[in-house]
């Protein structure tokens, strides 16, 4: 999806990566409307998969009941080098742990959830985007005028 952006320029975007826990998830469920939101993103044109550490070994049932692809990266340099597989300068990332630093510092847009399990200060520093939650954070992506507005200078 590309997204026009005033006094900044044209935002090209194909691939959403999620982190798993503490974002795509919290304590391990899926908040509501999510589902609704990633299906929406997909016919949109959106690649959507999320990476993993594994914390609490959810990945499979999560990917099946949501219809998305995983990685599994145990650490942040595995998911920064997975990101560099998939065209990071048209790739927007949501997290919030410290394990997405180094994700975050490769893809083009940054965007973290400060949700029941928190977010780590490094990976906010280095974010684009603070949002509530992650129903707010896809509803940015889909609304697009909602995404000017945050991003426009």
């Not at 510092?105 to 906010?124: D, M, W």
Request: with cysteine; hydrophobic share 45%.
């Amino acid at each position: 999806m590309v997204y026009k952006i005033p006094g900044v320029g044209e935002l090209e975007l194909k691939t959403l990566i999620l982190d798993l826990n503490g974002t795509l998830t919290v304590k391990g469920e899926i908040p509501d409307g999510v589902k609704q939101r990633l299906t929406r993103l997909k016919e949109l044109g959106y690649r959507i998969l999320f990476f993993t550490g594994n914390t609490r070994n959810n990945e499979d049932e999560i990917a099946s009941v949501l219809g998305i692809d995983w990685i599994l990266a145990e650490n942040g340099i595995t998911k920064r080098d997975e990101a560099l597989k998939l065209d990071p300068d048209t790739c927007v990332s949501i997290g919030n742990g410290l394990i997405d630093l180094e994700l975050m510092k490769v893809v083009k847009l940054r965007i973290v959830t400060l949700q029941a399990e928190g977010v780590h200060v490094q990976t906010l520093l280095n974010s684009d985007i603070i949002i509530p939650s992650i129903v707010d954070a896809l509803d940015l992506l889909i609304d697009s005028s909602t995404l000017v507005a945050t991003l426009r200078k």
